[in-house]
């Protein structure tokens, strides 16, 4: 068996990196492959988005959306996800089925902020389920209970 301190890539596997700049016989000497002259021949330059004081691209371009800091990141998992981890006796059917169960049966990966059940799929076993949120078409096709914990949005007043 070996050690965590003894493993080493196979010999011939791995190539060490190019020293630049260590004379001509190395093949990357004198200007170490910088070309000749001009400020990006340099050390310490950084004009990757710079376009001679002309409004760079990037600033030309209009922005567009924006990102939510307070949206939730669901999951979602299909009927027929679950149904085929019932069938392989990963998920017990008798016992109650929330994102931590299915996590654990390998069916997600992470249930990060909820757990939203989609319709594809149908199943034939009744399935006592917790999820954050349903699609229409889940809530009909899922057999058994289902519980939803999403809270429901409150209603526009004016």
Not at 49 to 76: S, T, W, Y
Not at 89 to 109: E, F, N, T
Request: charged share 25%; no cysteine; aromatic share 4%.
């Amino acid at each position: 068996m070996t050690k965590l301190n003894e493993l080493a890539p196979r010999p011939g596997s791995t190539k060490g990196r190019m020293r630049v700049g260590r004379g001509p016989g190395s093949g990357k000497g004198k200007t170490a492959g910088r070309g000749v002259k001009g400020q990006k021949s340099r050390t310490g330059v950084a004009i990757g988005g710079f376009e001679g004081g002309q409004m760079p691209l990037h600033m030309r371009m209009p922005k567009r959306g924006f990102n939510n800091p307070f949206a939730k990141d669901i999951v979602e998992v299909n009927l027929w996800r679950i149904e085929q981890a019932v069938a392989a006796g990963k998920l017990d059917a008798g016992q109650p089925i929330d994102a931590d169960a299915l996590v654990k049966a390998g069916v997600l990966r992470r249930s990060k902020d909820g757990v939203k059940l989609l319709g594809k799929g149908e199943l034939k076993s009744k399935l006592n389920l917790t999820v954050y949120s349903a699609s229409a078409s889940a809530r009909q096709a899922a057999g058994g209970q289902l519980t939803v914990t999403r809270p429901e949005p409150a209603a526009q007043e004016g």
